[in-house]
């Protein structure tokens, strides 16, 4: 059946026409009002983002490394400050063809093969984002030969800017610290694009890294027109820097500086401080590290020179070296008897030797003194005395003065990795080994051993309060000196008679005679020490106690010495501490370095002058005795390329390896030398028996 066809009229089309021709439109004005939208979008919304996206094209952005706050002494003479700087790096992850730039670099700035050849494995051992440095300190033609060259060079990075520098050098290494490129993980940490920048530098120890917030400063930036192929065209507006706050100490750079150079070949430290304020005036700790090679990039040869040296240069000795403090602590426990109620006048006899139990405890002169008083046991240092009168007492009236005078103590002074010592009593000892305290230990911590241990500073701190009769603390910082300070609360006439002991030390006779100052009008007061480092035995006191001239280094005792001056009237006081130095060496020793550090506060031309006729006899000064050493490590290690390469691993030189076993050495020794059961000094080799 045939379906009839459908009629299609006029109208019928021109209504679907109308409609298709309506749909069709409707989707045209939808594209149209999308396009519309997405263009108002970007034009306006987007806008910012778009115009900076077109400005980095046309304009390079650097960050340009702010100037580094300057630290400067109590007289505002620079102790690290900023040199001009022009230098080249090379970003690992912008570098094309490396053979080829490296042979362009070494073309334009005259590098050598061994320059060449350390730049290729830092390299290879950087992070991409890390600048690696090609070269530093570089003329004007130099540094403008590699700007004009940079599209020929992609991947090296020219800045101009500052380095930090140390005046002093390796005396004051300890004191500031260094700085350097920040670490992979410290970038990954804050993500700020400032620590990649190059010739940007943190704090990595000492007070440059303790002081970081206030040093740093905040960056500039660069602007530079360019083509599309990073030719540039022109400079542009630049955002200065924001230069880092300049910190303001209270050492005397010129102290600081010839108290290092009196230490001379010793590995020890030396601290002077206000005996009122708490001032530090001097902080030395020696062998040590130049602070600017590190700054500028320590090599693997030199990090294991320093590593390996036994005299360990990168600790700082002052606040983490622990020693035995020996009989410097005898004015102190003569202090510590006059509380606990011990006439000044009452008389021991010593015949060198006293027997407690089943150990005998010897006096550092085999003859013995014979009877002495408690100013005379200053004086001539008598361990019967102390050790008839700890017997008596026990230790435990002894030790609270002990820490009221400092030691033990911790002080709040911008530098990691401190060490405090121990000042110990029964209940310390109960808890710590479990066992009861004995005679034994009393005896053996009365003349400064055993397990009595503390730093350089806690014993200048102690000479200070005992000058200045004040509870004074150490201050690195003039705006945060403190200038009233409560006093100890100790009887002034015990205080008298000990310090006519220690001006006795020096000045009547005493075992110090040596430390005596030659400035007209200045006497000082003064106590040696000496402490052991290893047991004597009973059958080598038989046979005859080794002198230290015979003994290995390690084994030589520690020379020490704390004095005041003027002894009248207590202004400066000072703690040197020379480890393994065994008073082997008249120039080399305590009294004499003691006596010429405190006469540079009083006459400095006169000490200048003293040390310029020893120093000589020493190999010269510290950088011509440094390059000496690096020079004779070089001769006796095989080295290979790798060596010349940068220590990017190295940890901050006072939490380094080398430090931390020096430390747990030093731990270990105490512990030995203090379960002795048969006390005493050696009685050869010290300044104790003059």
């Excluded at 005036?281 to 600017?292: C, F, W």
């Excluded at 700054?295 to 990090?303: A, K, Q, R, V």
Aim: with cysteine; aromatic share 6%.
């Amino acid at each position: 059946m045939n379906r009839p066809s459908k009629i299609i009229t006029e109208a019928y089309q021109n209504y679907g026409f109308s409609r298709r021709a309506f749909a069709l439109g409707a989707v045209q004005a939808g594209v149209g009002l999308v396009l519309a939208g997405r263009m108002a979008w970007l034009s306006i919304a987007e806008n910012q983002h778009y115009e900076m996206m077109a400005e980095s094209n046309r304009v390079n952005l650097t960050l340009v490394p702010p100037r580094r706050g300057w630290i400067v002494d109590r007289h505002n003479v620079p102790i690290a400050n900023n040199r001009t700087d022009f230098r080249v790096d090379i970003i690992r992850d912008r570098l094309r063809d490396e053979e080829a730039v490296l042979a362009r670099l070494a073309k334009i700035l005259s590098l050598t093969p061994d320059d060449v050849e350390r730049i290729r494995l830092d390299l290879k051992h950087a992070a991409g984002f890390q600048p690696v440095q090609v070269a530093d300190n570089l003329d004007w033609e130099r540094f403008a030969a590699i700007n004009v060259r940079l599209p020929e060079l992609p991947g090296v990075a020219p800045t101009q800017g500052f380095a930090r520098y140390y005046p002093a050098g390796a005396a004051v290494a300890h004191l500031t610290g260094y700085v350097g490129a920040a670490s992979a993980e410290q970038y990954k940490a804050a993500k700020d694009p400032l620590l990649v920048t190059p010739g940007f530098k943190i704090g990595k120890d000492g007070l440059e890294k303790a002081l970081e917030g206030e040093l740093r400063g905040s960056p500039g930036a660069k602007r530079v027109e360019v083509t599309a192929h990073g030719k540039i065209v022109r400079e542009l507006a630049t955002r200065a820097d924001t230069p880092g706050a300049p910190m303001r100490l209270t050492i005397d750079a010129g102290l600081q500086e010839y108290a290092a150079r009196r230490l001379g070949t010793n590995s020890g430290s030396a601290v002077v401080m206000d005996c009122f304020t708490g001032e530090m005036l001097a902080m030395v700790s020696v062998p040590a590290y130049d602070p600017n090679s590190f700054s500028d990039g320590i090599s693997h040869l030199e990090w294991q020179m320093l590593s390996q040296d036994d005299h360990v240069p990168l600790m700082n000795k002052v606040i983490q070296g622990l020693y035995p403090p020996g009989s410097t602590v005898k004015p102190m426990n003569a202090l510590a008897l006059q509380a606990a109620g011990v006439d000044p006048s009452a008389r021991v006899n010593c015949s060198g030797a006293l027997r407690v139990g089943s150990g005998v405890f010897h006096c550092h002169k085999r003859g013995g003194h014979g009877g002495v008083d408690m100013k005379h046991a200053v004086m001539q240092s008598c361990d019967i005395y102390f050790y008839e009168m700890a017997r008596r007492l026990g230790y435990d009236r002894i030790a609270p003065i002990a820490r009221l005078l400092g030691l033990g103590q911790k002080f709040e002074l911008p530098f990691g990795s401190q060490r405090f010592g121990t000042m110990p009593d029964a209940a310390w000892k109960l808890k710590k080994y479990k066992e009861a305290w004995t005679v034994a230990d009393s005896l053996n911590a009365s003349i400064g051993q055993g397990y009595v241990l503390a730093n350089p500073l806690q014993l200048a701190v102690m000479a200070a309060r005992i000058g200045s009769g004040r509870v004074v603390e150490p201050t690195l910082l003039l705006d945060k000196v403190r200038r009233d300070w409560p006093a100890l609360g100790v009887d002034p006439a015990h205080l008298a008679v000990v310090r006519s002991a220690m001006y006795g030390v020096v000045n009547e006779g005493g075992t110090g005679g040596a430390a005596r100052l030659l400035v007209p009008g200045v006497a000082i007061a003064a106590k040696t020490g000496t402490a052991q480092v290893r047991r004597i035995t009973m059958a080598e006191r038989a046979s005859g106690v080794l002198k230290n001239g015979q003994l290995p280094f390690k084994l030589r005792d520690h020379a020490l010495f704390v004095c005041f001056a003027p002894a009248d009237k207590p202004r400066y006081a000072a703690a040197i501490v020379l480890e393994h130095n065994g008073h082997t060496e008249r120039n080399l020793d305590t009294p004499l370095i003691g006596r010429d550090i405190m006469t540079y506060l009083f006459d400095r031309d006169r000490a200048v002058a003293s040390l310029a006729e020893i120093e000589p006899s020493w190999g010269g000064d510290i950088p011509t005795r440094m390059a000496a050493r690096e020079a004779e490590f070089r001769q006796s290690v095989a080295t290979a390329a790798s060596d010349a390469a940068t220590e990017t691993n190295a940890t901050a030189a006072t939490e380094a390896p080398a430090v931390n076993a020096a430390a747990e050495a030093s731990n270990t020794t105490a512990a030995i030398v203090g379960n002795s059961s048969t006390g005493g000094v050696a009685a050869d080799g010290t300044t104790e028996d003059q």
